[in-house]
């Protein structure tokens, strides 16, 4: 029978911003069908958002297809609603389209109307999709995960590390956070390439340069792990924990995903400020 699906969606700020969508219908059979009248129901991230309805006289031809073009208003307490209901992830569009139609093949006196409900696919937008188009709608409430960049010493080996780390920020905004976590495991085994000195005692050590940076005005006791030594440990614990995203058996959830862009910066900005300070000293 006939087939629907989202081809585009919009917004537009007004005094209530409104939401647009484009929808195409498709008529696969054998005959040509006048359309009479329509009622569209959406919904975002399970929300009902409204309805929008209409009568025409429209012919669509055997095998053809027709375009509807609707728009919805989205008032403030719609949106927080969408946005609770999506729980920080992608927002799915689904609906249905009720048709009122009349089959051309069919001598149309006395011929009474056809009604039928068609379900469109899933229409997805990722995260950072639906805050841009939050932002279309006037919500600039919520703000993009936004990541203070460190001020890193002039090294390729960091200016790489930095704009794999932004590549990973934009996987995390399509959802895909398997692939943010397999992403950082492999910064962070960059970052150790230059952080990281001899191999000793089945564990690395921390570049002895930076380490003499690291351990500054720090004093142990006797048999004490040195300042630097514990922060080796945190950057090799934190890269064991990056195992759970190329390995089977872990599911990685959002908060994962986040947790690890997180740690990642948290490194990279650590040991910039050192390399930073061993340059001055150098200097």
């Known amino acids: 029978m006939f087939d629907a699906k989202i081809v585009q969606v919009d917004a537009e700020k007004k005094a209530i911003p409104i939401f647009k969508i484009k929808l195409l219908l498709k008529n696969p059979e054998s005959y040509s069908i006048q359309l009479l009248g329509y009622k569209i129901e959406i919904k975002l991230a399970g929300v009902n958002i409204g309805t929008a309805f209409g009568y025409s006289s429209i012919k669509v031809d055997n095998r053809g297809s027709h375009y509807f073009e609707e728009e919805i208003q989205i008032t403030p307490y719609l949106f927080e609603t969408i946005d609770k209901a999506r729980r920080n992830g992608d927002v799915h569009i689904n609906g249905s389209i009720n048709i009122l139609y009349l089959n051309l093949a069919i001598e149309q006196?006395?011929?009474?109307?056809?009604?039928?409900?068609?379900?469109?696919?899933?229409?997805?937008?990722?995260?950072?999709?639906?805050?841009?188009?939050?932002?279309?709608?006037?919500?600039?409430?919520?703000?993009?995960?936004?990541?203070?960049?460190?001020?890193?010493?002039?090294?390729?080996?960091?200016?790489?590390?930095?704009?794999?780390?932004?590549?990973?920020?934009?996987?995390?905004?399509?959802?895909?956070?398997?692939?943010?976590?397999?992403?950082?495991?492999?910064?962070?085994?960059?970052?150790?390439?230059?952080?990281?000195?001899?191999?000793?005692?089945?564990?690395?050590?921390?570049?002895?340069?930076?380490?003499?940076?690291?351990?500054?005005?720090?004093?142990?006791?006797?048999?004490?792990?040195?300042?630097?030594?514990?922060?080796?440990?945190?950057?090799?614990m934190i890269w064991r924990y990056h195992h759970i995203g190329p390995h089977y058996g872990y599911t990685v959830t959002r908060e994962d995903a986040e947790l690890s862009i997180m740690l990642c910066l948290s490194m990279i900005r650590y040991y910039s400020v050192q390399l930073n300070k061993l340059t001055e000293k150098s200097n």
Not at 121 to 141: C, F, H, V
Not at 205 to 222: H, L, P, T
């Open 109 to 236: 006196q006395n011929q009474i109307p056809l009604v039928h409900n068609v379900y469109f696919d899933s229409y997805k937008l990722s995260q950072i999709e639906w805050i841009n188009l939050a932002t279309k709608l006037g919500y600039t409430r919520y703000k993009i995960f936004e990541m203070l960049w460190p001020d890193i010493p002039q090294l390729d080996e960091l200016n790489n590390i930095i704009q794999e780390l932004q590549d990973s920020q934009s996987l995390f905004y399509e959802g895909r956070n398997n692939e943010v976590v397999s992403k950082c495991r492999l910064i962070l085994e960059e970052l150790a390439t230059i952080v990281t000195g001899k191999y000793s005692g089945n564990k690395f050590e921390m570049n002895k340069d930076i380490a003499g940076i690291v351990d500054v005005g720090s004093f142990q006791k006797q048999g004490e792990e040195t300042k630097s030594g514990k922060i080796e440990n945190l950057r090799q």
